[in-house]
């Protein structure tokens, strides 16, 4: 699914950021920790050991918050996908509709019943919001038209809601 690929990236990028700091994270520890071990008093080397403890925990702390962060992630990309595929069900099916009344098909064809049922409680609250033009059986649904903008509308709004949610809260 298209919508899908920005969050993929962005997981990708964030899972790549989140190793680089660990690993400089980690390299500058054991250096520091090799540099005052080697020429300093038996003070200082305490001193050292607990910033070095202090420094490993934060980074075992950001280890643990960035791998809850990529669980909430794919969990809303999942459920991304399938509010995308909804949306996608009722475009082709409201989409369908408005051609078959387009092309004049005849209510009475047992497939035009099914997809009236069916596409009834999607389309009701739009029924006669707007004058549907007529030439003889062809029809040009104007309100259904109007119901595939705002479905699309929910669509982006329920997606941008999502999208909330995943992205990082940045620290002030």
Known sequence: MPND???VIDENKRISRHEEVKGAVESRVQDEIRQTADGEHAADQAQVKVVAGQLRNKAISNVQETEVELDRARTLARVSQ??????????????LEIALELLGARQASGFKRFLDAVTMPLLAPFKGLMPDPAVGSFQLML??????????????????????????????
């Open 143 to 172: 309100s259904y038209i109007i119901a595939v903008v705002v479905y699309a509308l929910l669509h982006l709004a329920i997606n941008g809601l999502l999208r909330l949610f995943v992205s990082r809260k940045a620290s002030v």
């Open 82 to 95: 399938f509010v995308d595929y909804a949306f996608y069900v009722i475009y082709g099916l409201v989409g």
């Open 5 to 7: 690929q920005p969050l």
